[in-house]
């Protein structure tokens, strides 16, 4: 379980007290994805890591984003290269819609193809009433969050062909928000409807696009936006009484992105410890 602990945004994942299991020796590939390559934002710890390694070892070459945490996002690569896949990261500010173009277009570049897209990347702050939020994170969770994947599908799009995959990461907080967190609530209700029009939309071009929602699971988001109070009893109030570790995440990923998902589109699936998604 986790420690009362904190750090300053973006958090890493070395400082974490339990560090958090990315299925680094656990995970075990059976070529789920091989041949294909993948963008996975916000891929440098959590459950963007988490996926990571999982598709590495399924056969997929990765590139993730990051912000600004380096030796969490090398370690992300030394993962999938050990796993006998390219591996790349791109450092850099998702709000930027340039630089969300650039992420897509330096990835085809560096692996010849784009075959799956996971928009990961996430913010979160916690404040008590309205008016405590400042206008500026406001905007920024929303850039963050939700525009940046607007972006980021707008620039894959014309790379990608029949049989592609965009995975969207968002939450049990859709449909069951948190008061501390509105900001934050209000774009994983829009990652779910953006998913789900999406879908609708690039069906007849085969296409497919789907949501996953996380409930409470031990990642450097915690300790970096939480009170210490609240980080030490994070997740005991799923019915399983924990948080997920990333690695828990992983599979729902690569079965999303794998070809024997080939009618699953539009779907939001829920990985919650048992937290109703309706």
């Given at each position: 379980?986790?420690?009362?602990?904190?750090?300053?945004?973006?958090?890493?994942?070395a400082e974490m007290?339990?560090?958090?299991?990315?299925?680094?020796?656990?995970?075990?590939?059976?070529?789920?994805?091989?041949?294909?390559?993948?963008?996975?934002?916000?891929?440098?710890?959590?459950?963007?890591?988490?996926?990571?390694?999982?598709?590495?070892?399924?056969?997929?070459?990765?590139?993730?984003?990051?912000?600004?945490?380096?030796?969490?996002?090398?370690?992300?690569?030394?993962?999938?290269?050990?796993?006998?896949?390219?591996?790349?990261?791109?450092?850099?500010?998702?709000?930027?819609?340039?630089?969300?173009?650039?992420?897509?277009?330096?990835?085809?570049?560096?692996?010849?193809?784009?075959?799956?897209?996971?928009?990961?990347?996430?913010?979160?702050?916690?404040?008590?009433?309205?008016?405590?939020?400042?206008?500026?994170?406001?905007?920024?969770?929303?850039?963050?969050?939700?525009?940046?994947?607007?972006?980021?599908?707008?620039?894959?799009?014309?790379?990608?062909?029949?049989?592609?995959?965009?995975?969207?990461?968002?939450?049990?907080?859709?449909?069951?928000?948190?008061?501390?967190?509105?900001?934050?609530?209000?774009?994983?209700?829009?990652?779910?409807?953006?998913?789900?029009?999406?879908?609708?939309?690039?069906?007849?071009?085969g296409i497919r696009?789907?949501?996953?929602?996380?409930?409470?699971?031990?990642?450097?988001?915690?300790?970096?936006?939480?009170?210490?109070?609240?980080?030490?009893?994070?997740?005991?109030?799923?019915?399983?009484?924990?948080?997920?570790?990333?690695?828990?995440?992983?599979?729902?990923?690569?079965?999303?992105?794998?070809?024997?998902?080939?009618?699953?589109?539009?779907?939001?699936?829920?990985?919650?410890?048992?937290?109703?998604?309706?």
């Amino acid at each position: 379980m986790p420690t009362d602990q904190q750090q300053q945004p973006p958090g890493t994942t070395a400082e974490m007290r339990p560090v958090p299991d990315h299925g680094e020796e656990s995970y075990r590939g059976s070529g789920r994805l091989a041949g294909k390559a993948a963008v996975i934002t916000g891929g440098d710890s959590g459950i963007g890591r988490a996926v990571a390694i999982a598709f590495a070892r399924e056969g997929a070459d990765v590139v993730i984003s990051y912000l600004e945490e380096d030796e969490d996002a090398e370690e992300t690569v030394h993962w999938v290269e050990d796993a006998g896949r390219k591996g790349v990261a791109i450092r850099g500010d998702l709000t930027d819609p340039e630089h969300c173009r650039n992420v897509i277009a330096r990835a085809h570049d560096e692996v010849d193809r784009l075959d799956i897209l996971v928009n990961n990347a996430a913010m979160q702050r916690v404040y008590q009433s309205l008016e405590e939020i400042p206008d500026e994170e406001w905007d920024r969770t929303l850039a963050t969050n939700l525009s940046a994947m607007f972006h980021l599908c707008k620039a894959a799009l014309p790379r990608m062909t029949s049989g592609a995959s965009i995975i969207n990461s968002s939450s049990v907080n859709s449909d069951t928000p948190s008061p501390g967190l509105l900001a934050y609530d209000v774009t994983k209700a829009g990652i779910a409807n953006f998913s789900a029009a999406l879908a609708q939309l690039l069906g007849p071009r085969g296409i497919r696009v789907n949501s996953v929602a996380p409930g409470p699971v031990w990642t450097p988001l915690i300790p970096s936006t939480m009170p210490a109070g609240k980080v030490a009893s994070f997740g005991e109030n799923t019915p399983l009484g924990r948080p997920g570790q990333p690695a828990e995440l992983a599979p729902v990923y690569v079965l999303l992105a794998s070809d024997e998902a080939g009618y699953i589109s539009g779907a939001r699936v829920a990985v919650t410890g048992g937290r109703p998604v309706l």
